[in-house]
């Protein structure tokens, strides 16, 4: 069992060394040393079944049976973003938003962060008066709220349309740049990667493959970054458009 070290708020890097998980005789992520900056917004991209799951849920200290002779460092104050905004649907908006946290300075935080996302007066519709899209919003408020340290999102833009899709790439960004949390977010989609993450972490059989800080100055730059991880992804260029949510 590895211990987590919970880092003090000024030193809210991520350490991960020697960590590994199983799951029977399949080891499901085996990453030797891997640090991220109090700051970064790194994405984390691989084949289905490549480990971005369990590395997050290892971030997230949602497993405990990670082991290794190593240790996880991370910062305190986490949140998780899923693909489904698991709203509870008998709650308020802006209950989903407080939930777990008490007293009237965090309703007042809570209708901030519901106006940050664009829900100003949404604040007592229930969930299934909202678009996908908008629920998605209330989990982005719900994790800011607590201003995390790390947000961890695993593919959380994965069930929203291509528009919507654009539209929270938007928000998040300018989210991010104004609360500054670590960000590690997971996803299918290349081109997601290369337009939020300033760290692109391929994963493939658990480990990191490749870890690249893209810094495209022009339309080729960007074009070309875009190849070296789908060739690390074992993607056909010529092919660009072949899903990766299915396993090789
Ligand atoms: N609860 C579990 N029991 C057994 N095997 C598991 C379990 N969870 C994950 N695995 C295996 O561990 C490996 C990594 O899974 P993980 O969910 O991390 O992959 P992923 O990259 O997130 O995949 P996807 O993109 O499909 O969500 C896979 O081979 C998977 O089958």
Request: hydrophobic residues 40%; aromatic residues 2%.
């Amino acid at each position: 069992m590895v211990s987590t070290h919970h880092a003090p708020p000024a030193t809210s890097a991520v350490h991960l060394r020697r960590l590994s998980r199983s799951y029977g005789e399949k080891t499901a992520l085996s990453v030797d040393d891997l640090t991220i900056a109090p700051g970064e917004f790194v994405c984390l991209i691989g084949r289905s079944g490549s480990g971005k799951s369990t590395l997050l849920r290892a971030l997230a200290g949602l497993d405990n049976d990670v082991t290794g002779s190593g240790h996880i460092e991370v910062p305190e104050r986490r949140s998780v973003l899923f693909q489904d905004s698991r709203l509870l649907p008998w709650a308020s908006v802006v209950d989903n938003v407080t939930l777990g946290l008490k007293g009237e300075a965090s309703r007042v935080a809570a209708r901030d962060s519901l106006a940050d996302v664009g829900l100003a007066g949404r604040e007592s519709d229930y969930p299934s008066r909202l678009s996908g899209g908008e629920q998605q919003r209330v989990a982005l408020a719900r994790s800011l709220v607590r201003e995390p340290q790390l947000l961890l999102a695993d593919e959380p833009f994965g069930a929203l349309d291509a528009l919507t899709r654009l539209r929270m790439h938007a928000l998040l960004r300018r989210l991010v740049a104004e609360h500054r949390p670590t960000v590690v977010l997971v996803t299918h989609d290349v081109d997601e990667a290369l337009s939020l993450g300033e760290r692109v972490l391929v994963l493939e059989d658990g480990r990191v493959v490749l870890d690249r800080r893209p810094t495209p100055r022009t339309a080729q730059d960007r074009l070309d970054e875009r190849q070296r991880l789908l060739a690390a992804l074992g993607v056909d260029e010529r092919n660009a458009d072949q899903r990766l949510d299915v396993p090789a």
